[in-house]
């Protein structure tokens, strides 16, 4: 049957009802990948299908206790926080209309919708312009793209602390694998990047970091523009974009509107479904521009018809800034603030924790939601493998990161709602 409100509504009720009826308390299922694979006993394909509502209703039910739930305070290993209501709600009936964002005859309003979405995004950011992406990878992959066609074959430069996807961008573009910089405190070192640039025989594309994926340590943004003044400079702010939303915190985000492009992940730090990246750039995007007479004929765009497909390195793509754009109407950016806000006090009030406990070391200070720390005196495979064995009996999901060649633990708070409180009981479990 087609998605037609009537019947939409009584298979949201089904699903709902599954959804309620099987959560578990867990945050993870406990038995490992072989239980959970066990679980898996079901024809995907038979030849009579069962109907609606019993499929919707079996399979929402065996998702629901298979999966992870980001929700739960002691689910805090990655960057994958718990949606909002209001954006899960936005996403079905996104889903609903299905439009796609190839064309304006496809999507009239959405498309309207996201170029005013991404315009204030933009300015938010201190950028002239910003696209939808499906997430930080793409995002930085196109900032290189951009890169590379603004000055060539250029050189990717950054930080030992950069996210991998800056390696596999400069492998797909065909470019050199990056140059590591040295990094203190998680940061990229403004002295050693000065010193690499000045051995290079060609342009540099410089990628910092506003947020790593292991410790939410923030590059020096300004001085690294300043180190790097002709340099194309990206920054990574996939997890600590959402700063700017924030009076108090934005600052830590300060030589930003100095860089060339920036990726924002809103699925991470804003609560969106997957996906929700965006990049921004300081010039307006034109890099992407490309013709295909079905789908941005040039008449049809003399003729006042907007050209979308310039806007993406995808084709057919959902409209995922309908999603952001319910969620900042109806929280404003001071509300969205508010939440990012919250999740850094209490990551502030963990780390006290961790630094009070007799069995628990903190690597540093948090920066943003990320707190990082390990059992005293533990070695690197006792480490790993207490936070399997909570794994594995379904007690909690905690994160690791290799950092300072050793191995760490790491809570990475995105829940709007927790309170430093509920993490107490995970760190007696934590420490020996």
């Known amino acids: 049957m087609l998605a037609s409100s009537e019947s939409v509504r009584d298979l949201v009720t089904v699903a709902l009802d599954a959804v309620t009826a099987a959560a578990p308390a867990r945050p993870v299922p406990p038995g490992g990948p072989a239980a959970v694979a066990a679980t898996l006993d079901v024809d995907l394909l038979p030849d009579d299908g069962i109907g609606e509502k019993a499929a919707l209703d079996q399979l929402s039910r065996l998702l629901v206790l298979g999966s992870v739930d980001p929700s739960h305070a002691w689910c ?12 899960a709600a936005a996403d079905l009936v996104a889903s609903m209309l299905n439009p796609s964002m190839d064309s304006w005859d496809q999507a009239p309003i959405a498309s309207e919708l996201e ?49 991998h996807s800056i390696a596999r ?86 030589g930003l509107a100095d860089a060339d492009s920036a990726a924002i992940d809103l699925h991470k730090f804003g609560w969106q479904p997957i996906a929700a990246g965006v990049l921004a750039t300081k010039r307006p995007l034109t890099a992407l521009d490309v013709r295909a007479d079905y789908l941005n004929a040039e008449d049809d765009t003399d003729a006042g018809l907007p050209d979308l497909l310039g806007r993406s390195l995808r084709t057919s793509r959902r409209p995922d800034a309908f999603k952001i754009a319910v969620t900042l109407r109806a929280l404003g950016r001071r509300g969205m603030g508010q939440l990012v806000e919250h999740c850094c006090a209490v990551a502030a009030e963990v780390a006290d924790l961790v630094e009070r406990h007799p069995g628990l070391e903190l690597w540093a200070r948090p920066e943003l939601s990320t707190v990082v720390f390990r059992p005293t005196g533990a070695a690197d495979d006792e480490v790993a493998a207490i ?46």
Not at 76 to 87: E, I, K, R, T
Not at 186 to 214: C, E, Q, Y
Not at 396 to 423: C, H, I, M, N, S
């Open 76 to 87: 805090a290993a990655h960057l994958h926080g718990p949606p909002l209501a209001v954006s």
């Open 387 to 432: 936070r399997r064995r909570l794994l594995e009996d379904g007690t909690a999901v905690l994160g690791r990161a290799t950092v300072d060649g050793q191995v760490w633990l790491k809570l990475t708070l995105l829940r709007p709602t927790a309170t430093a409180a509920e993490y107490a009981g995970l760190l007696d479990l934590v420490a020996p």
């Open 169 to 254: 961008a400069a492998w797909l573009l065909g470019l050199p694998a990056p140059v590591l910089v040295d990094c203190e405190h998680g940061r990229l070192r403004v002295d050693h990047l000065r010193d690499t640039l000045a051995t290079l025989d060609r342009p540099a594309a410089v990628f910092a970091t506003a947020g790593t994926t292991d410790t939410g340590a923030i590059d020096p943004i300004a001085d690294i523009r300043a180190a790097a003044p002709d340099a194309w400079l990206h920054v990574d702010a996939s997890y600590g974009g959402a700063a700017l939303f924030s009076d108090r915190l934005a600052p830590l985000l300060a």
């Open 115 to 163: 170029s005013a979405l991404t315009a204030a995004i933009a300015r938010l950011a201190g950028h002239a312009d910003a696209v939808i992406t499906s997430g930080g990878t793409e995002s930085n992959l196109i900032g290189l793209l951009l890169a590379r066609e603004a000055h060539g074959t250029v050189q990717p430069v950054c930080g030992r602390n950069a996210h």
